[in-house]
């Protein structure tokens, strides 16, 4: 089959190859052929070396297609289940799925040093990125990494829900807490800020400022919800402009200490600082104590839309059936497999809100 490969970490480049195959089903496992895959920030972060990810590996995380193959002792799943891909699957008894806490779970990841395919004549061992390996015509997964979906949503609108529409809703829904008549600010409008502005207006945010050197993301975030939208010099005087002197909630949903610590500025005292963005682990950002304490500002991070990920994702599906949440308008480019580079190329520049690349 044909697959998008990561041949070392720090290239730029996918080799799209058609001598692929994945590892065999076994117990536990499911073969689902994808039709979709969302290409997300956090793919370019693991191939850069800034999310830890074994290499050669084939990346997307973000998939969306329909079980042809289950494995035994695979209860709940079965052959022509619609599902999406879920990178970090919870385990449901570990401390912290017993408390409620799935979303932290980590559990999924200890199979990252586990092949999910094979490369060449001579079987090469290649892994999928966290797990799953959506830039593929078939992934074999564990059966507790998908999600399954109805029939009525398209492939390439579901494969959204698997990661950058789930993580920004919930962030907002979830960890924020969002109330009516809040003042919001988002800083990012990529697909998981673009998915957190309209998370704050179905929330009932008076004010919703997205935040973004791109004034054509800008445009198409107003389009999605946000009432009013800046270039990055020009939150700092909007946020002081403020009755409270910054906003309710601020997310970051760009994954750098620089936005962090600009998000935190664009805060109330009092108000709630979201990290969305998943950043370097050796970029850090500066409070000096005298700040934390007298401002009570809170400094929270979001993880995978920061609850139950079946739960968030299924409530997004369910506002969508409603019309109440506009998948459709975070796809702003489409491209085959063999173009997966051009796709990388436009997210890179910022031309990109959100790219689907189509298997089929």
Not at 96 to 102: H, I, K, Q, S, Y
Not at 235 to 256: F, I, M, N, Q, T
Not at 266 to 276: D, E, N, P, S
Request: aromatic letters at 4%.
């Amino acid at each position: 089959m044909r697959a998008a490969i990561l041949h070392e970490t720090g290239q730029d480049v996918l080799e799209v190859r058609d001598d692929v195959e994945t590892v065999p089903v076994g117990p536990g496992t499911v073969r689902v052929r994808l039709h979709a895959a969302g290409l997300c920030h956090s793919d370019l972060s693991a191939m850069s070396g800034v999310l830890p990810q074994p290499a050669p590996f084939v990346p997307g995380h973000e998939g969306a297609g329909e079980i042809v193959e289950v494995g035994p002792d695979t209860p709940g799943r079965a052959v022509g289940d619609r599902v999406v891909l879920c990178w970090m699957p919870p385990c449901g008894s570990c401390p912290l799925c017993l408390r409620g806490e799935t979303h932290l779970c980590t559990a999924g990841l200890r199979r990252l040093s586990v092949p999910g395919f094979r490369l060449g004549a001579d079987g090469r061992p290649v892994y999928g990125f966290y797990s799953t390996g959506a830039f593929a015509e078939e992934v074999v997964v564990a059966a507790d990494a998908v999600l399954e979906v109805p029939a009525d949503l398209p492939y390439e609108l579901a494969a959204l829900v698997g990661c950058g529409v789930t993580t920004g809703f919930g962030a907002v829904v979830n960890t924020a807490g969002v109330e009516p008549g809040a003042s919001v600010a988002v800083l990012g409008a990529g697909g998981v800020g673009v998915a957190a502005v309209q998370a704050a207006r179905l929330c009932g945010a008076a004010r919703i400022t997205v935040v973004d050197p791109v004034a054509s993301r800008r445009e198409r975030a107003v389009a999605l919800g946000a009432t009013d939208a800046l270039a990055p010099e020009e939150l700092k005087s909007a946020a002081r402009g403020l009755p409270a002197g910054g906003y309710d909630y601020v997310l970051e949903a760009v994954g750098r200490a620089q936005t962090v610590r600009a998000a935190y500025d664009a805060t109330r005292r009092g108000g709630a600082v979201v990290v969305v963005g998943a950043g370097a682990r050796d970029d850090l950002v500066s409070f000096n104590l005298g700040e934390l304490f007298f401002n009570e500002k809170r400094i929270l991070s979001s993880l995978y839309g920061g609850g139950d990920v079946a739960r968030t994702a299924a409530r997004v599906v369910e506002l969508w059936r409603a019309g109440r949440f506009d998948l459709a308008g975070l796809v702003t480019h489409r491209v085959p497999l063999a173009g997966v580079n051009e796709a990388i190329a436009q997210m890179r520049d910022g031309t990109a809100l959100r790219t689907v690349v189509t298997m089929d």
